[in-house]
């Protein structure tokens, strides 16, 4: 699939991986699938199914505490279903082999302040994850990038081309600008402009459309695919001065992407049977024919492991990228203590009457606490991207259950924060010293906290950008402050019910009374 930035590759792709196989047949179609006393009904059954494919994404987002190899394991591992025979797809150790991650397997992909593998590998271990499992199609989304040419063009004719020659299977890679070399070692070309298709069939015969049958020239030394990449680019401009690529002298070549999709539409009518006589894929990874209840077993099931298996899964990869971040842990750790001494040293030894200055050191721990949550937005974002991609499009693991794992995980860890601002600052300003009400105090703050943590990572989650994120933020902190009764106490507060149902509605508000009384 060739395109420009912008020409509808991505979204192709991602429909292409996320909605039903629209037309899918059991022998001989897109999904290249043979299945043993198949009918027409079940026909119908596979078009629905699905886990038929999976997409490597443009972005490589990550895990960067995470290893190469523990990346690709956790996908093999949430995508490979448990059936007779053994594993129904290529494994991790396989897919790492032909992709050259082998000799990284045991580095961290990385992070801004973690060094980790290069670039080009990382681009490779998101293809990588795509790869893993029994999906029959694959759709990788600029997959070259960052890669040199020798390393697209080894990786695609050894393990695109057996994927497809040798298991049946079916490629679909977005390209911008291939060499000839690449572009020659695939079956057929899609060429897309401004989210229109102006040519899908062989990648033999789509020069000679576009030359012989709409009367584009070209000079001798432009390649096929820079040729067809201009076309998809700005073929209105073929006739200027100083083009590679120019129209021949006749009045009705069409040069908008309307007009060239209208041509093709036509003039091109394709038989595909090229499928027909394909090698399939079984259950045990070699060729030949599934029965009905292998073929439900491996494709029919939205998810290959029940919920227990991928909420203990999320966890411990959260687990083991957690403990890695040092330095998110110590600055955690270090804020509260500091911020807590801090407190305690300025309003230390306060009376029993000093009501205001006790609701006010109150206010503010609770504001302090609340505000820590914020530092989850660039992490919560970067995990949005992976998430989206594991869950929605590859169907790893269901979205609730990793925000389940997440909040299970990071429990101990705001509990721990929260101990280590809450007993200095609760003892140094003279709170009651039994035992029972500091942990009281502390079972407040920490709901708050916890509510005010998943808060903010749902501002990340429904924003689009850090930018929007921080944006949405103030707002929120702001309503949060205004509307939690110590400003203005509730009989004050403005704007009528919306103002009363701010109030009830935020956590701070109800961690003040609580811990006021």
Same mark, same amino acid.
């Given at each position: 699939?060739?395109?420009?930035?912008?020409?509808?590759?991505?979204?192709?792709?991602?429909?292409?991986?996320?909605?039903?196989?629209?037309?899918?047949?059991?022998?001989?179609?897109?999904?290249?699938?043979?299945?043993?006393?198949?009918?027409?009904?079940?026909?119908?059954?596979?078009?629905?199914?699905?886990?038929?494919?999976?997409?490597?994404?443009?972005?490589?987002?990550?895990?960067?505490?995470?290893?190469?190899?523990?990346?690709?394991?956790?996908?093999?591992?949430n995508q490979q279903p448990a059936v007779p025979g053994g594993p129904t797809g290529l494994s991790a150790e396989e897919v790492a082999k032909h992709i050259g991650l082998d000799n990284v397997m045991n580095t961290r992909l990385g992070t801004e302040t973690v060094r980790g593998v290069s670039g080009?590998?990382?681009?490779?271990?998101?293809?990588?994850?795509?790869?893993?499992?029994?999906?029959?199609?694959?759709?990788?989304?600029?997959?070259?990038?960052?890669l040199d040419a020798a390393r697209t063009k080894a990786i695609t004719s050894g393990l695109l081309r057996p994927f497809a020659e040798e298991l049946g299977g079916t490629v679909v890679a977005a390209l911008q600008q291939p060499a000839q070399e690449l572009f020659e070692l695939f079956d057929d070309?899609?060429?897309?402009?401004?989210?229109?298709?102006?040519?899908?069939?062989?990648?033999?015969?789509?020069?000679?459309?576009?030359?012989?049958?709409?009367?584009?020239?070209?000079?001798?030394?432009?390649?096929?695919?820079?040729?067809?990449?201009?076309?998809?680019?700005?073929?209105?401009?073929?006739?200027?001065?100083?083009?590679?690529?120019?129209?021949?002298?006749?009045?009705?070549?069409?040069?908008?992407?309307?007009?060239?999709?209208?041509?093709?539409?036509?003039?091109?009518?394709?038989?595909?049977?090229?499928?027909?006589?394909?090698?399939?894929?079984?259950?045990?990874?070699?060729?030949?024919?599934?029965?009905?209840?292998?073929?439900?077993?491996?494709?029919?099931?939205?998810?290959?492991?029940?919920?227990?298996?991928?909420?203990?899964?999320?966890?411990?990869?959260?687990?083991?990228?957690?403990?890695? =971040?040092? +330095?998110?842990?110590?600055? #955690?750790?270090? /804020?509260?203590?500091?911020? %807590? !001494?801090? *407190?305690?040293?300025?309003?230390?030894?306060?009376?029993?009457?000093?009501?205001?200055?006790?609701?006010?050191?109150?206010?503010?721990?609770?504001?302090?606490?609340?505000?820590?949550?914020?530092?989850?937005?660039?992490?919560?974002?970067?995990?949005?991207?992976?998430? =989206?991609? +594991?869950?929605?499009?590859? #169907?790893?693991? /269901?979205?609730?259950?990793? %925000? !389940?794992? *997440?909040?299970?995980?990071?429990?101990?860890?705001?509990?721990?924060?929260?101990?280590?601002?809450?007993?200095?600052?609760?003892?140094?300003?003279?709170?009651?010293?039994?035992?029972?009400?500091?942990?009281?105090?502390?079972?407040?703050?920490?709901?708050?906290?916890?509510?005010?943590?998943?808060?903010?990572?749902?501002i990340a989650w429904a924003s689009g950008s850090l930018e929007v994120a921080l944006a949405a933020t103030v707002p929120f902190i702001a309503l949060f402050t205004l509307f939690s009764g110590f400003l203005a106490t509730r009989s004050n507060l403005g704007w009528g019910d919306l103002g009363q149902?701010?109030?009830?509605?935020?956590?701070?508000?109800?961690?003040?009374?609580?811990?006021?009384?």
């Open positions: 699939m060739i395109g420009n930035p912008g020409s509808g590759k991505s979204t192709l792709l991602r429909l292409g991986s996320m909605l039903p196989v629209a037309g899918a047949q059991v022998t001989g179609g897109a999904t290249r699938l043979s299945v043993v006393g198949a009918d027409d009904e079940f026909n119908a059954e596979v078009a629905h199914w699905p886990r038929l494919a999976s997409m490597a994404t443009q972005f490589d987002n990550h895990f960067g505490l995470l290893t190469v190899g523990e990346t690709l394991a956790f996908a093999a591992a080009g590998e990382a681009r490779r271990a998101s293809v990588g994850e795509a790869m893993v499992g029994p999906a029959r199609v694959w759709m990788l989304d600029s997959f070259s990038d960052g070309v899609i060429l897309l402009r401004d989210g229109r298709c102006l040519y899908c069939g062989p990648v033999a015969d789509a020069p000679a459309f576009f030359e012989g049958k709409l009367g584009l020239k070209r000079e001798d030394e432009v390649s096929d695919p820079e040729f067809l990449a201009a076309v998809c680019s700005e073929p209105e401009s073929f006739g200027r001065p100083g083009r590679r690529i120019a129209s021949a002298p006749l009045s009705d070549v069409p040069l908008t992407a309307p007009s060239l999709a209208a041509a093709y539409v036509a003039h091109v009518v394709r038989e595909d049977d090229s499928a027909a006589d394909s090698p399939l894929l079984s259950s045990n990874g070699s060729t030949g024919a599934l029965n009905k209840e292998e073929a439900r077993a491996i494709f029919a099931a939205r998810y290959s492991r029940n919920g227990f298996a991928q909420t203990a899964s999320i966890s411990y990869r959260e687990v083991v990228n957690t403990v890695r =971040d040092i +330095q998110f842990l110590q600055s #955690h750790f270090v /804020r509260a203590l500091i911020l %807590a !001494l801090i *407190v305690g040293s300025l309003f230390s030894g306060l009376g029993v009457d000093d009501f205001v200055q006790r609701i006010s050191l109150i206010f503010f721990a609770c504001l302090q606490l609340a505000m820590g949550g914020a530092a989850e937005l660039p992490v919560a974002l970067n995990n949005k991207i992976i998430v =989206d991609r +594991q869950s929605r499009v590859n #169907h790893m693991y /269901r979205p609730f259950l990793y %925000a !389940l794992s *997440v909040s299970l995980v990071y429990l101990p860890i705001v509990a721990l924060e929260t101990i280590l601002f809450c007993a200095p600052m609760y003892y140094m300003v003279g709170f009651a010293e039994a035992g029972e009400r500091f942990a009281v105090f502390l079972f407040i703050t920490l709901i708050m906290v916890i509510c005010m943590t998943a808060t903010f990572r749902w149902g701010i109030y009830w509605f935020t956590p701070i508000s109800w961690a003040i009374r609580a811990l006021a009384i």
